[in-house]
C-alpha cells in the first residue's frame, strides 16, 4: 500500500521582507536610575527600540513624561510612548484616585494610551465597570483609549477575567493588553493560543520577557521566575511570539524588564536581538511549514473548475467547534502544493465544503458560508435555523446544496435559487456527518448515537445511509451494520470510501455493505476529498496538521 500513499509536506517561499507582527519593540523603563532621561532616550534610540512606558500617577512621574517628550529623539517622533500605566487602588482616597487619573489622562500627549491596574484591596466588579466606565467616558472626550492592564495578585490577573468587563461595557475606547509574564503566572502557559484568541478582538499592547517554566508565589520568588531578558530562561519564548503571530496582532509589544538587576545597555541589546530573530523566525516558520500552515484540518474539498483544493481549519490548536472567528480555509493547487496559507479567513470553525460553478459553500458555526472562488471573497453568510453544529456539505448537479447538523440529526437543503430549509430532521440518522450525493439519493456518513458531546462518544459506531432526494425515505447502505465514527464519504466507481476518524482508517465500502480497510495507522482522519478524475482522495490529519494523498486509481489496478 505504501506505493500509493504520498505525505505531502511542502515548503513555501517566504514573502521578501515579511515579519507578520510589527517589529517594533519598546521597553519598561525599570532600574535606570542611574542614568538620565537623556541618556535613557539615547540608548533605546541606539539599541534600535521604538520607545519606552513607565507609570505616570504623581506628578514627579508626570514631569518625568515631559522631560521624555522634550528629548530630541522623542520631539522628533523617532521614538514614543505609546503608553503608561497608572495602578489604581480603590482603598486609597478615592477623590484624589479620581483626580489623578484624570490629571493623567489629561497631560498625555496625542497617540499614548493609558493602561489601568486595578488592584486588589477593596476591588469589586461594580466598582471596577464604573471606574472603567469613567475612564472610557472621559478618554473619548479626548480622543484617547483606555487599556486594561492584567496583573498577578491584583484584581483582574489575566486578560480572560478582563474580557467579561469590556463586553459589558462595549465601549469603542476600551482595549486590553496580554502580557506574558502575567498569563505565565495566571497558569496559562500551555493555552497561550486559546487566550489570545478569545483576547485578539480587544488586544492593543503585548508585552514580552524571558521567564522559567515553573513559577512561583510572588513572595517567594519576586519577579526573577517570569521576568528575565530574552535571552534567559527556560520557557520557550517563541511560543508566545508564534501566538501573536498566529492570531495576526497588530498591535505594539513591549519588553517587560521589572527587577532585572543587569546593566541596561547589556540585557536591553541582547533581549532586542534576540527579539528580531524571534519574529524572524517564527514568521518563517509558520508560513514555510505545512504543520503550522494547517491548523486542525477538517475537510479537504476538490473544485474542478479553478482546479484547486482546499482545506478548512477549525484553528485554535484543538477540536472546537466555538465561535471565536478563528478558522480559516487553505487553498491549494493541483498537485498539493500551498496557493494562500489562509485564503478565506474569518470564520468560526469550518467543516465541511461542497463546490458548485464558481462558488464554494462551507459549514460553519450556524450558518452556511457563500464564497466566489476567482475572487476569493465572502459573498454571504446564510443562517442554519437551530443548528447546534454544521458538518459537512454535498453539492447535486443543479446547484441544491445540503448541509448536515450533527447534533441535531439533522440536514438542511438550500434549492438554487431558494432559501435554506430542514430536509430531514430523525433521529434514524444517528448524528449525520458526512454527505455525498449519489445519482438520485443523499448519501450520509453517520457519526453513531452520541453519548457525550464533549468527547464525542458513542453507544456504538456509525454506518452509511441513503436518502432518497425525492421521497426522503432512508435506507441503509447494506445491512447497517455499525462500522465506524465516520466522518468523511465520497464515491469512486461502484464503491463509497469513507474515513473512520477514531480508528484513523479509510475504509471501501460496497453498494452492498461490503467493507474493507483501504489504510489505517493514522490519527483523526477527517473528511476526505476526491478528484475524481485523476482518482486522487485527499484527506485531512487532523491531529499532526498534514494531508494525505491516496491514488485510487493504483489501488485498483494493483
Not at 513607565?54 to 505609546?82: A, C, H, M, R
Not at 457525550?452 to 462518544?457: I, Q, S
Not at 445491512?479 to 480508528?503: E, H, M, Q, R
Request: hydrophobic share 40%; glycine share 6%; net charge negative.
Amino acid at each position: 500500500m505504501k506505493s500509493i500513499i504520498k505525505l505531502s509536506l511542502f515548503v513555501l517561499s517566504m514573502q521578501i521582507g515579511a515579519q507578520g507582527i510589527d517589529k517594533s519593540l519598546y521597553a519598561f523603563d525599570f532600574k535606570m536610575d542611574s542614568l538620565t532621561i537623556l541618556q535613557r532616550a539615547k540608548l533605546f534610540d541606539k539599541l534600535g527600540y521604538s520607545g519606552t512606558t513607565f507609570i505616570v500617577k504623581n506628578d514627579k512621574q508626570i514631569k518625568k513624561l515631559q522631560e521624555y517628550l522634550d528629548t530630541e529623539t522623542f520631539s522628533s517622533g523617532k521614538l514614543s510612548i505609546p503608553v503608561v500605566y497608572f495602578p489604581f487602588n480603590f482603598s486609597n482616597d478615592l477623590e484624589n484616585e479620581n483626580k489623578l487619573w484624570r490629571k493623567t489622562l489629561n497631560v498625555l500627549p496625542e497617540g499614548t494610551d493609558l493602561w489601568v491596574i486595578i488592584l486588589k484591596e477593596d476591588a469589586t466588579e461594580k466598582k471596577t465597570l464604573e471606574l472603567l466606565k469613567d475612564m472610557t467616558t472621559e478618554a473619548q472626550k479626548l480622543n484617547k483609549n483606555i487599556v486594561i492592564y492584567p496583573h498577578d495578585n491584583c484584581f483582574i490577573e489575566s486578560a480572560e477575567e478582563a474580557i467579561p468587563y469590556i463586553e459589558k461595557l462595549n465601549e469603542p475606547n476600551l482595549f486590553l493588553t496580554l502580557h506574558l509574564c502575567h498569563e505565565l503566572r495566571a497558569g496559562n502557559g500551555s493555552r497561550l493560543l486559546d487566550v489570545a484568541i478569545k483576547a485578539s478582538p480587544y488586544l492593543k499592547f503585548a508585552s514580552v520577557s524571558g521567564a522559567n517554566m515553573t513559577m512561583f508565589e510572588n513572595e517567594e520568588q519576586g519577579w526573577a521566575d517570569a521576568i528575565k531578558p530574552l535571552d534567559e530562561g527556560d520557557y520557550d519564548v517563541s511560543e508566545f511570539i508564534s501566538v501573536l503571530q498566529k492570531i495576526k496582532f497588530k498591535g505594539k509589544t513591549i519588553l517587560h524588564t521589572f527587577g532585572i538587576e543587569d546593566a541596561p545597555k547589556d540585557h536591553l541589546s541582547r533581549s532586542i536581538e534576540k527579539w528580531n530573530d524571534l519574529v524572524d523566525s517564527t514568521f518563517k516558520n509558520q508560513n514555510n511549514n505545512l504543520n503550522n500552515i494547517l491548523d486542525n484540518p477538517e475537510n479537504a474539498c476538490w473544485d474542478e473548475v479553478s482546479r484547486s483544493w482546499f482545506i478548512s481549519n477549525l484553528g485554535g490548536g484543538k477540536v472546537t467547534i466555538e465561535k471565536d472567528g478563528y478558522g480559516w480555509i487553505t487553498r491549494l493547487d493541483e498537485k498539493g502544493k500551498v496557493i494562500s496559507n489562509r485564503w478565506i479567513e474569518d470564520l468560526d470553525a469550518p467543516t465541511g465544503m461542497a463546490s458548485y460553478k464558481n462558488l464554494l459553500y462551507v459549514a460553519d458555526r450556524g450558518v452556511l458560508v457563500e464564497i466566489d472562488i476567482t475572487e476569493g471573497k465572502i459573498i454571504r453568510k446564510i443562517n442554519l435555523p437551530n443548528s447546534e453544529f454544521a458538518n459537512d456539505v454535498a453539492a447535486t448537479p443543479s446547484g441544491d446544496i445540503y448541509v448536515s447538523d450533527t447534533f441535531t440529526n439533522s440536514i438542511y437543503k438550500l434549492p438554487k435559487n431558494k432559501d435554506i430549509e430542514i430536509f430531514v430532521k430523525n433521529d434514524t440518522l444517528e448524528y449525520p456527518n458526512g454527505l455525498w450525493v449519489d445519482g438520485n439519493h443523499l448519501v450520509v456518513a453517520t457519526w453513531g448515537p452520541m453519548t457525550n458531546r464533549a468527547t464525542f462518544e458513542t453507544s456504538r459506531k456509525g454506518t452509511l445511509m441513503r436518502i432518497d432526494l425525492e421521497t426522503k425515505e432512508i435506507k441503509p447502505v447494506g445491512k447497517g451494520l455499525p462500522i465506524a465514527n465516520f466522518d468523511g464519504v465520497v464515491k469512486y466507481n461502484k464503491s463509497y470510501y469513507a474515513t473512520d476518524w477514531t480508528g484513523g482508517r479509510l475504509l471501501k465500502i460496497s453498494e452492498h455493505g461490503d467493507v474493507e480497510e483501504v489504510v489505517s495507522g493514522f490519527s483523526q482522519f477527517a473528511d476526505l476529498g476526491i478528484n475524481i478524475k485523476n482518482g486522487i482522495v485527499m484527506i485531512p490529519e487532523m491531529s499532526k496538521n498534514r494531508f494525505i494523498l491516496i491514488y485510487l486509481k493504483s489501488l485498483l489496478t494493483q
